[in-house]
């Protein structure tokens, strides 16, 4: 795959994978899913490449789900909502894919982020080896308030307590908060993002090419046999198990309802307002 839709990828000693949808947020939709694996798979096997730098053009990095193919098309919200096991065991199988195939990306991924990294779009921000992330940049699991949807990565790099706040409320998280916490590298200025990322993937350019693959597969080795790629699967399986259980107790059917009827604004607005009482804003980093 060669002419990508969804993503501009720039060959070079150090490749360059830029997300360039930034009319919809940069979406983790089906399109960028299958063009990003390929594009990683270029990466990986070209001989001339030493280290990828992630970015995405716009005002965020990944915002989740695409969740404009529901609005006016009930048929398909309808079909979302009623997924039998086997649907989600097709999803899981899928998903579990792709996010191994950057787990296991013996190369370097350093990844630079700005804006809303919201649901799968944190898991995919913390999938990547050295992350930056700009002042304006933050996490969030909002659609944990319909369902258990997602692979719950950030525990992986946090500890526990700080991890049961997140899931179990889906609240922002900023940028300064992961890195006080060691989740990501760096934090800089929203306007120099992309110099600095530049600058990490630069001077790991310069180390031997067989030598980095062999430091990154060692430190790999030590999380994982702390459990992070187990995770991925597991947290995945158990996905199966909370869009099971959301069928029949939370408001996902109404949410995907509303999604179809009234488009994205009244959707999230229908999920969201309980927690607007308590200080919730999804477009910015709050306090509980």
């Known amino acids: 795959m060669s ?29 960028f899913q299958e063009e990003y694996v390929d594009a990683l798979k270029r990466f990986e096997w070209d001989k001339e490449s030493s280290v990828a730098l992630i970015t995405a053009r716009g005002k965020d990095f990944c915002t989740g789900i695409d969740l404009s193919r529901y609005i006016g098309n ?10 039998t096991e086997v649907d989600w065991r097709y999803e899981y199988e899928k998903l579990t894919s792709i996010f191994l195939s950057i787990w296991d990306c013996r190369k370097t991924l350093v990844c630079a982020a700005q804006g809303a990294c919201l649901d799968i779009g944190e898991d995919f921000l913390l999938a990547h080896d050295v992350i930056i992330m700009a002042e304006d940049a933050y996490i969030g699991a909002p659609m944990m308030r319909l369902s258990k949807a997602g692979f719950g990565l950030l525990g992986n790099f946090v500890g526990y307590r700080i991890a049961m706040e997140h899931y179990l409320t889906g609240w922002n998280m900023s940028s300064s908060e992961l890195h006080r916490h060691h989740a990501i590298n760096r934090v800089v200025p929203t306007e120099k993002l992309e110099t600095a990322g530049e600058k990490y993937a630069k001077i790991i350019s310069f180390m031997p090419r067989e030598g980095l693959k062999i430091t990154k597969n060692s430190i790999k080795f030590s999380i994982n046999r702390r459990g992070a790629r187990e995770s991925i699967i597991y947290n995945m399986g158990m996905n199966i198990d909370g869009q099971m259980a959301s069928k029949y107790q939370g408001p996902q059917i109404e949410f995907y309802k509303a999604l179809a009827e009234k488009g994205v604004e009244a959707a999230l607005q229908l999920r969201d307002s309980p927690y607007e009482l308590y200080g919730y804003d999804r477009q910015r980093v709050t306090e509980i």
């Open 3 to 31: 002419d990508y839709k969804t993503i501009i990828y720039e060959q070079g000693l150090i490749t360059k994978i830029i997300h360039n949808e930034p009319e919809t947020g940069n979406t983790f939709n089906e399109t």
């Open 74 to 83: 009930h048929k398909e919200a309808e079909k979302f909502s009623y997924y």
